[in-house]
């Protein structure tokens, strides 16, 4: 007989019972798995059992101890047990069975309708019960998954986190692919296993062929997610096959991710491997089983968050470039060529940001030939930060053209900032390289210092005033010669500051990259963003060297 209603393991040490009793639960259209001994019964248990008919009397330990221990593994717990028999009548013996974790009690003779009856009331309770630890469960899950997907602030990341939640959530094979507009795409797959898996680059288009043949066989093209089972073998990628989850032949429950532009972008797959919307109840569940009544409404919930996630990541890679346009416009096009000095500069900006920040640098000559070389950080990431940038960097310059010093510059940019913008600080440094380039006058006013290299030895030029922005004197002024193989490196914080580490030790850090980088200005500017920029704080970094070549 087909396996409709479920497997029961029925335990009696006598063939009587095995007969007669198994005889009806066949009947009846169980499935039925039969132990003589509590050992055994035990063994059984951790199969696919849907409930346990058990006798009290058995020739190891009794069936009070055999229920006592099922309930008390979590792998068992579930599974309704129904003691059953002739001997264990009294009042005391009942209420020791149902004590020990027995979901029901008869006293033999017992009819056959009486047992069929009571083994499915069990059932049915045993199911709901389950049903709704299971959605509890899954409902956690989603929860969490829905906070990591919308933290995420790389499209790997947050795929990665919707995979391996949808993995937890559904406990089968997943995978999710998805891309940003036509530039980024990838995908996730998390294996049986559920270890969590690397995100894997690939093309747009694949991505496209998907949810063109997701649409086919979904047969809707115009909802705002769709949710359902497709076959397989209908989602024909020759080229990565790999992506699919479960095996061939089988059927995927899929979510297609839907961005605010109709188009869809990607979509979530998860393998399942059957379904239980007839109410026949499982002890333990297998990995991919899917519930048609619920399953698809979490997975449609699933794939709302990860849509929504996907639309705010995309929105915030577009902010970010047009921040990054708008920040590289406000600084100089082009360093001077200056006989006798070579310049090399890079802006990199924050990937965690997606306002402009106010890093900024300048080079240029002076009417009577000597070379302003400038650097800064205006507090804060927003267009207000970028304006004010703005403003400072074109201020020094007319300030500088009008023949100040450094320290002159540096105190007219603080009154500026103390009047105009009283909300805002910054930091900057000014250096002045006279027209014979033998000698440098310089003030900071709360900045990084200076690093001078000459003849294999590294110095910080250390002489500092208060931050811009706050009332004070002005900065000091010092003066320094430039030697004939003299390097200069200006540096914004975001270079060589890091979380809870003194300034000292990246300082120091600069100073031994920069001696180990050789005195290729443009290799040096790469090196040292690719050496220490990867491990800091995530900020953005202005970086300006200079080196005097007669």
Known sequence: MTDTLGRILLVDDTESGHSELGGWLRTAGYRVVEAATGAEALSLADSDVDAVVLDVNLPDISGFEVCRILKESPKTAAIPVLHLTATAVEVADRTRGLTSG???????????????????????????????????????????TTLSVNRADTLGGLLAAAADGAAEIFGTEVTIVAAIEAVQAAYVRVAADGLPAEPEVISPEVVDAIAQTLTAALGSAGAVIDTGVVHRDELRLAAVPQILPGAPGSDLLVSTLQARSGSIVGAVLVATVGSRSDGRAAAVEPA??????????????????????????????????????????????????????????????????????????????LPDDSVCVAIGDV???????????????????????????????????????????????????VLRIDPDRKTVTFANAGHLPPLLVSEGAATFLETSGLLLGLPGPPPPTASFALPDDALIVLATDGLIERRRESLDVGLERLADAVLTSGTDLEVLCDRLLAGLARTTVDDDIALLALARRP
């Not at 500088?400 to 909300?423: C, F, K, W, Y």
């Open 102 to 144: 027995a979901d029901g009690y008869l006293v033999e003779p017992v009819e056959p309708e009486e047992l069929i009856a009571t083994v499915a009331g069990l059932l049915r309770y045993s199911a709901a019960r389950r049903k709704a630890e299971r959605l509890a469960r899954q409902l956690g899950a989603l929860t969490s």
């Open 288 to 365: 991919g089983y899917l519930d048609r009544d619920g399953d698809p409404l979490l997975l449609r919930q699933l794939g709302q968050s990860v849509a929504v996630a996907l639309e705010n990541l995309r929105l915030f890679h577009e902010e970010h470039r047009i921040a990054l346009t708008l920040q590289k416009s406000l600084l100089p096009e082009r360093l001077p060529t200056v006989p006798g000095l070579e310049f090399a500069a890079r802006y990199n900006a924050s990937s965690e940001h997606a306002s402009v920040g106010g890093d900024f640098f300048d080079a240029f000559v």
């Open 379 to 429: 507090q804060g990431h927003s267009l207000q930060a970028a304006t004010t940038m703005a403003e400072l960097r074109y201020s020094l310059r007319a300030y500088a053209m009008e023949g100040q010093t450094p320290a002159g510059i540096l105190s007219r940019l603080n009154d500026l900032l103390v009047r105009g913008h009283p909300e805002k600080t910054a930091t900057a440094v």
